[in-house]
């Protein structure tokens, strides 16, 4: 194992440009870049600031006095004022000019300005302690100087409107009748506390990240590198021990993870001293070294990402191919940290057992100083274990017979899996919808957004994904679970689960409130209150319960599922299939409840060979929580006989799943292939 990892350390630092690249140049670049960008905003402001711009002003049709405040108030460092006669200008407001109109305006405006203004105020109003003045502002927008001028005023006339408002009602009123609190803010957080809140919304997302793209090129080389070179088949088949191999290999890449963490972490401290805002500089009066050397507790977390990363580009068999495994890696990497983003989440032992949230968690609080020993060494402990696990699986998978194997044939081990390629584009394609586009259609409309999603979108992604599975890879009979006819027995068995799973479901979620607790504008919601109490109950089992259970079933098990049972293994098939159809929930707060029920529906599929047991149980299930939600149960259901339907559904569920284990294939509706 030494001496692999002597080899690797050296090879790596043969690669001069790559390793300045990754580790010696954010030492100097997040200082560089990210004080040039406050600077280069503060020189742009300034120099607007500094610009000398004329200023056409018409005071005729005002009072005198009160004109000349107003002309004092714009009058300042680089405004000139220039009196003049705008009384052409003066005539409509610029919103209701008719076409006809507007082009005298627009030759007078040209007239008025000439080559010196940039801008005219016009001042119409009379005296009288209870009048008030009119001001506007001519201004064109497509140009800079004139736009930048406009802004100047408003800011100027805006604050003269507010000190004549309270001295109008200060006069008129002695005091303002309607101000019944005087709010006062203090914030008692010391500088360094608030600059170290502001970082620690985006430092483990940013640690990632940063982590991701500069041990990339050590995991690429050890790997993918010398795979595609030739030299790993080499070193697989020598009589050392394959775990010394791997483990050698793991800890180059790992180091090298570690010094461009540190790296990392030094030119976020300098960026910081510079006074950038964004990193808590500034104002905030920055983050001291001590609090920021705290990032240390994320070193096991750097442990797990660099093991991911060996894992990730030890599967590639070429250079190329690791580097596209790259971005989506990232992107998963970066999703469980963004629980630093959830407002009032509190870590605990449970969130520190999850790869990567415990960890982010963990930095959180030490950037905040409230981290706890006993949640921190769980979270050291539980990383350390998946990074072993990964390592572990890395080193199966590196197995001399199989790399050799897998080398002469690589063609047809990829054939194998286009199948599974193409279920997964199709379930991301699924989960891109649900995110981008059916969360913004029911936000419009919470009912006629839901129908549209699932009949509008997911049944015509579900239809195609089948239809060119079908060209693709030909007809397959024994994973056709929608033509496949069912059982009667199977479809009662699958009723009669429901309200076992909803209890369960109900069971899982109070758990989950001292993990995760649901927002109040979920529990809370006036509008959810008063869409399901105004709507027919026949309309929300149509919406709620029967299109979801068809929709979703038909896609995630009748196409997702039965495309990846082509060339996976059952449980991989299920397992892919299930975190897909969490994803597509697109709710954190739902996302294991739903990954659990997306297992059952799967299994159940499987073992009946038939989709239509699913999609009987996913509108028995939706249905029940409907109307128990609703309160719209029969009381007998629900503290009569709901405990014994309740308890019903364990042997409902092993009669379900033995039965047709032991039995033959269910008939299938598909013509077979002869």
């Known amino acids: 194992m030494g001496t692999v990892f002597r080899v690797e350390v050296l090879q790596l630092l043969r690669d001069r440009r790559a390793l300045f690249a990754a580790v010696l140049l954010p030492v100097v670049l997040y200082p560089l870049m990210l004080s040039g960008s406050d600077l280069l905003q503060k020189s742009a402001v300034s120099s607007l600031d500094k610009r000398e711009l004329t200023v056409l002003v018409d005071a005729s049709e005002a009072p005198p006095e009160r004109a000349m405040r107003l002309i004092d108030a714009i009058q300042g460092p680089a405004t000139i004022i220039q009196e003049g ?92 009748p309607g101000s019944g609190l005087q709010l006062e803010v203090h914030d008692l957080a010391s500088a360094e506390d608030r600059g170290a809140a502001s970082m620690a919304r985006f430092l483990p997302i940013l640690l990632v990240m ?270 056709d679970f929608i033509r496949a006819r069912p059982r009667v027995l199977d479809l009662i068995l699958a009723i009669l689960i429901a309200p076992g799973l909803a209890f369960l479901m109900e069971l899982l979620m109070r758990g989950q409130e001292f993990v995760l607790p649901l927002p109040e504008a979920v529990t809370k919601n006036p509008a959810l209150e008063e869409f399901f109490g105004s709507t027919p109950l026949i309309t929300l089992l149509f919406a709620m319960a029967v299109s979801p259970g068809i929709v979703e079933e038909l896609l995630f098990r009748g196409a997702i599922l039965g495309t990846l049972a082509r060339d996976n293994r059952p449980l991989r098939a299920v397992l892919i299939s299930s975190l897909f159809f969490a994803a597509a929930h697109a709710s954190l707060h739902r996302l294991m409840p739903t990954f659990l029920i997306g297992l059952l529906l799967g299994t159940i599929t499987l073992r009946s060979r038939s989709l239509w047991p699913a999609v009987i149980l996913h509108i028995a299930y939706d249905a029940w929580i409907l109307l128990l939600g609703t309160e719209r149960l029969p009381e007998v259901l629900t503290h009569g006989w709901g405990q014994y339907l309740a308890w019903l559904s364990l042997p409902c569920l092993a009669l379900l799943l033995r039965f047709r284990a032991a039995g033959k294939p269910a008939q299938s509706m598909a013509a077979p292939i002869n």
């Not at 405006?109 to 001519?138: H, M, V, Y």
Request: hydrophobic share 50%.
């Open 210 to 479: 940063l982590l991701l793209s500069g041990g990339s090129y050590a995991a690429l080389s050890v790997f993918a590198g010398e795979r595609e070179a030739g030299t790993l088949e080499t070193l697989l088949v020598s009589p050392a021990d394959k775990s010394a191999l791997v483990l050698g290999k793991f800890g180059a890449v790992m180091l090298t993870g570690l010094a461009c963490l540190a790296s990392n972490i030094l030119g976020l401290f300098l960026a910081v001293q510079v006074g950038w805002e964004g990193m808590g500089g500034g104002d905030s009066g920055g983050v001291g070294l001590s609090r920021l050397s705290s990032a240390l507790v994320f070193i096991p977390a750097c442990i797990l990402v660099c093991a991911l990363l060996c894992l990730a580009c030890g599967r590639a068999r070429s250079f190329r191919e690791g580097q596209h495994m790259l971005l989506p890696l990232m992107l998963a990497l970066a999703v469980p940290n963004m629980v630093v983003l959830a407002p009032g989440l509190e870590h605990n032992f449970l969130l520190a057992l999850v790869p990567l949230t415990g960890a982010a968690l963990s930095l959180r609080d030490a950037l905040l100083g409230e981290l706890t020993l006993g949640v921190t060494l769980v979270m050291i402990l539980s990383h350390l274990g998946w990074s072993a696990l990964a390592v572990r699986q890395l080193a199966g998978l590196l197995d001399a017979e199989r790399v050799l194997i897998g080398a002469a044939s690589a063609e047809e081990a990829s054939n194998r899996r286009l199948a599974s390629r193409h279920a997964q584009a199709y379930a991301f394609g699924a989960v891109l919808l649900m995110l981008g586009v059916a969360s913004r259609l029911q936000g419009y409309d919470l009912l006629g957004g839901l129908l549209a999603t699932l009949w509008g979108m997911m049944l015509p992604l579900g239809l195609i994904c089948l239809w060119h599975a079908k060209k693709r890879f030909g007809p397959s009979p024994t994973t």
């Open 85 to 176: 006669d705008a009384s052409s200008l003066n005539q409509l407001p610029a919103a209701s000019l008719p076409e006809t109109h507007r082009q005298q305006i627009e030759d007078a405006w040209r007239e008025l300005i000439g080559d010196t203004a940039q801008a005219i105020l016009t001042i119409a109003g009379s005296d009288g302690p209870n009048e008030q003045l009119n001001a506007k502002i001519w201004y064109e927008r497509k140009d800079e100087s004139s736009r930048t001028l406009s802004v100047r005023l408003r800011s100027r006339l805006n604050g003269l409107a507010e000190t004549m408002t309270v001295e109008r009602r200060k006069e008129l009123l002695g005091r303002d």
